[in-house]
T-cell receptor, first 116, second 116 residues
Framework: GDSVTQMEGPVTLSEEAFLTINCTYT??????LFWYVQYPGEGLQLLLK?????DKGSNKGFEATYRKETTSFHLEKGSVQVSDSAVYFC???????????????FGQGTILTVHP | NAGVTQTPKFQVLKTGQSMTLQCAQD?????MSWYRQDPGMGLRLIHY???????DQGEVPNGYNVSRSTTEDFPLRLLSAAPSQTSVYFC???????????????FGNGTRLTVT
C-alpha cells in the first residue's frame, strides 16, 4: 500500500538557519504530494503541493520539488523564523485507478522548533 | 467564515462510555473525513464520506461509527470507549476528493479525548 516516511525529529534550529525536512514515499500510480503544517493548538493546514514529477510547490518561503526518480518531496526553507515552529506533515494522494475517490496518506510528522 | 468546527475541544470518558464528536462545515464541501492523531504515527483515516448518505471505512474504523445525513454535518460516534481510543481527533473536509482534483483538506482544531 501507499506510505510516507519523514525524517526523524524533532528538529531544533536557530533563527535564520537553513531547513530541510526529508520525505520519501511509496505509491502505486502517480501520486500528488503535499506538505501540511500544524501550529500549536490548531488543525493542519496546507502549506504547499505538487501534482506531477519535477513540479515545485512553494509558499511562505518554503519549497519542495517532486522527484519521481528518488520518490522524494523534501521540504526546504532558506532562513527559518521563530514563527515557523510547528509540526510538518508530508502526505500523498494516490491518483491511480480503482475507487473514484482519493484519500490522503500522511507521514508521522516532524516537530520543528526555532530558537531566537 | 467558520470553516470546519469541532466540538468539544476536550473530553474525558470512562471505559465503556459512549459519546459523539461533532463536526460541521459551512463551505458546502462534498468530502468529509475523520482522522486520529497519535504520537509518532501521523494521522490515520477512520471514516470518510463523499456526500450526504454515503460513508465508507478508512484505515482504522473499528470502534467508531459515522453517518452523513446532511452535507454540513459528519458526527463520529464512539460506541464503547476504550483506553486505546485516547487520541486527538480531527475532522477535515474538501470541496472534492475525486482522484486528481487535489482539493486541499480543511481541518478543524481537533478534539482531545482521554479514556480512563
Amino acid at each position: 500500500g501507499d506510505s510516507v516516511t519523514q525524517m526523524e525529529g524533532p528538529v531544533t534550529l536557530s533563527e535564520e538557519a537553513f531547513l530541510t525536512i526529508n520525505c520519501t514515499y511509496t505509491a502505486t500510480g502517480y501520486p500528488s504530494l503535499f506538505w501540511y503544517v500544524q501550529y500549536p493548538g490548531e488543525g493542519l493546514q496546507l502549506l504547499l503541493k505538487a501534482t506531477k514529477a519535477d513540479d515545485k510547490g512553494s509558499n511562505k518561503g518554503f519549497e519542495a520539488t517532486y522527484r519521481k526518480e528518488t520518490t522524494s518531496f523534501h521540504l526546504e526553507k532558506g532562513s527559518v523564523q521563530v514563527s515557523d515552529s510547528a509540526v510538518y506533515f508530508c502526505a500523498l494522494s494516490d491518483n491511480a485507478g480503482g475507487t473514484s475517490y482519493g484519500k490522503l496518506t500522511f507521514g508521522q510528522g516532524t516537530i520543528l522548533t526555532v530558537h531566537p | 467564515n467558520a470553516g470546519v468546527t469541532q466540538t468539544p475541544k476536550f473530553q474525558v470518558l470512562k471505559t465503556g462510555q459512549s459519546m459523539t464528536l461533532q463536526c460541521a462545515q459551512d463551505m458546502n464541501h462534498e468530502y468529509m473525513s475523520w482522522y486520529r492523531q497519535d504520537p509518532g504515527m501521523g494521522l490515520r483515516l477512520i471514516h470518510y464520506s463523499v456526500g450526504a448518505g454515503i460513508t465508507d471505512q478508512g484505515e482504522v474504523p473499528n470502534g467508531y461509527n459515522v453517518s452523513r445525513s446532511t452535507t454540513e454535518d459528519f458526527p463520529l460516534r464512539l460506541l464503547s470507549a476504550a483506553p486505546s481510543q485516547t487520541s486527538v481527533y480531527f475532522c477535515a473536509s474538501s470541496y472534492s476528493a475525486r482522484r486528481g482534483d487535489n482539493s486541499p483538506l480543511h481541518f478543524g482544531n481537533g478534539t482531545r479525548l482521554t479514556v480512563t
